[in-house]
């Protein structure tokens, strides 16, 4: 079973940063695909960027420029670095992961619990 926790998350003032980080575990052997998700409030769950094996989907135009990702294969960790945040990016920030399982069988995908963020104006 894989399971990912995501951190990093809190309140912050309009024009600050803040750096999410998830962390993936389990029995596992690989994973293919890491993202991150999110869910504003009123709206549905949104794509912010994926990292899968040599490509890196680009981020809504609302996001460009000010939101940077990343993935540490060797700690399973991805990050997620957010500035010049303002309170349309207020919501919950969620980790996905795609991969295979270390026992034989079908694959996962998987999503953590997600984290709040909330930029305060």
């Known amino acids: 079973q894989v399971q990912l926790v995501e951190s990093g998350g809190g309140l912050v003032q309009a024009g600050g940063s803040l750096r999410l980080s998830c962390a993936a575990s389990?029995?596992?052997?690989?994973?293919?695909?890491m993202g991150w998700y999110r869910q504003r409030p009123g709206k549905q769950r949104e794509l912010i960027a994926e990292i899968g094996v040599g490509r890196t989907t680009e981020f809504p135009d609302s996001m460009k420029g000010r939101f940077a990702i990343s993935r540490d294969i060797g700690k399973n960790a991805l990050h997620l670095q957010m500035n010049s945040l303002n309170s349309e990016d207020t919501g919950v920030y969620y980790c996905r992961a795609e991969g295979r399982p270390s026992a034989p069988g079908a694959g996962f995908d998987v999503w953590g619990q997600g984290t709040q963020v909330t930029v305060s104006s």
């Open positions: 389990g029995s596992f052997s690989s994973i293919h695909v």
